[in-house]
C-alpha cells in the first residue's frame, strides 16, 4: 500500500454528557430558515411546501467554550443559536415513526456566518459557502442523549451577547420539526453516524466584533460559549 502524502487531522469529536465516550462529527446538514420570525427579519418568506439545507465542514467546527478569532473577509459576523440533532443510526427514506429513533443525542450549537457575504452571494444566485462555511464558524456543545431529553415545544432557546439577550424563543417557533426534516431529509441522503442536523435560529440575529463573549442555551440541555479574540 503506498504511503498518504499527507494525513487529515481527526474530527471533532463531542463530549456526551454520563459517558466517557465522545461523538465524532461528520456531516453537519443545516435547515434555513425554520422559524417565521427570523425569516421574516432576514426579508424572507417561509417555503412551507419542504425545508432547504445547506452544509458545513466537519473539520471548521470547534467546541464550546474556544476563543476563536474574528474571521477575515466580512465587516457583518452574525451569530445564530441553533438545537443540534446528533444522528446515532443509519437510517434511509425514513418513515414518521423511525425517524426520532434514528437520533443519538441534542445539544446546543452556534451557526456562525459571514452575513454580508451570504447576502452578496444569495443576491447573485449563488452558493453560500463562503458567507457559511468558515473556519471556526460552527461550535457544538456537549451532547445529551436522547434517552435523557426530549425537544417539547415549550424548551425556551436563547443566546446572550456580553450579557444581553439577543435571542429568545420556544422549540415551538420552528416551522419544520425535528422528525419532518429526518424523514425529508433521509430521502436524499443515507443519514448515518456522525451526521449532526442543524435545525434553525429564532429572530435575534446579529452583528458580534472582537472581545465579545457569546453565551447560549435551550432548557435542559448543557450551555453554548464562544470568546472573539480581540
Known amino acids: 500500500m503506498p504511503d ?4 487529515l487531522p481527526e474530527p471533532v469529536a463531542i463530549p456526551v454528557e454520563g459517558v466517557s465516550s465522545t461523538y465524532s462529527v461528520g456531516r453537519i446538514f443545516c435547515v434555513g430558515r425554520n422559524y417565521a420570525a427570523h425569516a421574516a427579519e432576514m426579508g424572507n418568506e417561509i417555503d412551507r411546501e419542504a425545508p432547504f439545507y445547506f452544509t458545513k465542514s466537519a473539520p471548521n467546527a470547534v467546541l464550546s467554550g474556544a476563543t476563536v478569532p474574528y474571521p477575515p473577509g466580512t465587516d457583518n459576523f452574525h451569530y445564530e443559536m441553533e438545537l443540534a ?3 446515532g443510526k ?3 427514506r425514513a418513515g414518521s415513526s423511525e425517524a426520532l ?3 443519538y443525542a441534542y445539544g446546543c450549537a452556534l451557526d456562525m456566518t459571514r452575513r454580508d457575504l ?9 452558493p ?19 434517552a435523557d431529553w426530549t425537544p417539547d415545544d415549550d424548551k425556551r432557546i436563547h443566546l446572550s451577547v456580553n450579557g444581553e439577550t439577543r435571542q429568545d424563543a420556544t422549540l415551538e417557533e420552528m416551522i419544520w420539526k425535528i422528525d419532518e426534516i429526518i424523514c425529508h431529509l433521509s430521502g436524499f441522503y443515507h443519514l448515518r453516524p456522525g ?11 446579529g452583528p458580534v466584533q472582537a472581545g465579545d463573549v457569546l453565551e447560549g442555551g435551550i432548557d435542559g440541555l448543557q450551555p453554548i460559549s464562544l470568546t472573539l479574540a480581540r
Open 85 to 87: 440533532v446528533a444522528i
Open 4 to 7: 498518504n502524502l499527507f494525513y
Open 101 to 103: 429513533s434514528a437520533v
Open 195 to 205: 451526521d449532526l442536523i442543524l435545525t434553525g435560529t429564532p429572530a435575534g440575529v
Open 128 to 146: 453560500w459557502d463562503l458567507g457559511k462555511d468558515l473556519e471556526n464558524g460552527t461550535v457544538f456543545a456537549p451532547l445529551t442523549r436522547a
Open 118 to 126: 451570504q447576502i452578496r452571494e444569495r443576491n447573485k444566485q449563488r
Open 90 to 92: 443509519s437510517v434511509f
